[in-house]
């Protein structure tokens, strides 16, 4: 990664937090009037791949509900209760609506694709059903299209690849609703599939494939979004080239020699925390490494605009360890 790539990943939460809120919204619309008549469709066609379809749309349907949940709850401010913000809650609700779809989605429509391949179904007329399937294709494409608009934006902005912005945003609520629309735009491939092959061989056993297969499609979805939740809630640093670069930052500033330790956190889309041990010049006085400490602050903060908290710690170097050791003596 260029020293550019990683001096703007440090900020790719900093701008769209309205934006996301939009996407998300758009989206929480869209599939709950997808799911309505996906529900419907399945019970008029007897497609157990329009039911898991519409399972699909109510689980995105909750996700979007939680994760604006967490959009709000994480823009409340610092107080003496949680000295450092509630941004880590923006990933406990994210990481529920992971659940959610996992729950809602996935185990539904592999029970039953795995009903209809045991037991058969009575196909129906399936013309509701490719009408339904069409309208719900534009609406999640465009649904889709809004999130990937928003992605292309950022990564644009910070002058890193779209799949990179991706992949390493902490923003979980735009990468939750362009992971889902894909899933989703895939499912309604499947499903559409499932209706084809049951129309054109009198068999149910497509309709229940095609259902075991979005199943799959949403319990790979769950785990990459569960996953990218949990790592933020553990504790996830800045990249290893932005730890370079905050490093190099700090050693720029007048009186400090070394960073003797530095540790990165990820608390929000826009916000990081630094706290690093620092080694100081001997002869700096106690003023000097005071403004020393406001100074390293102010760059960092200018630099790396996400950054919301500096701590340094004025910390021995190794020589004067050495120093302190040899004249304790044996």
Known sequence: MSDAQAESAADDGEAGGGESTFTVIVAALANLG????????????????????????????VTEVMLLTALKRSEKPADEDHPLGYGPERYIWAMLASIATFVGGAVFSIYDGVHTLIAGEEL????????????????????LRTGVKQVRREASRLRVPDTYYLRHTPDTAVKAVVMEDSAALIGLLLAAGGLLGGQLTGSGVWDGIASCLI????VYVAWVLGRSNAQLLIGRPLPPAVRAE????LKSVPHIVDVLELTTLIQGPA????????????????????????EAEAQLRERFPSIRRVYLDPTPGREQRERRERHRGP
């Open 124 to 143: 129906g007329n399936p013309l509701v059903s490719y009408i339904v399937l069409g309208v719900a294709f534009l609406l999640e494409g465009y649904s």
């Open 34 to 61: 997808i799911a309505v008549a996906k529900a419907v469709a399945g019970l008029i066609s007897g497609s157990s791949a329009m039911l898991s379809e519409a399972a699909h749309s109510v689980a995105d349907t």
């Open 246 to 249: 905050v490093r190099e930052e």
């Open 215 to 218: 199943g799959l499609l949403l």
């Open 271 to 294: 916000e990081v925390m630094i706290a690093a041990k620092v080694d100081f010049r001997d002869m700096a006085t106690a003023e000097e490494v005071e403004w020393a400490c406001e």
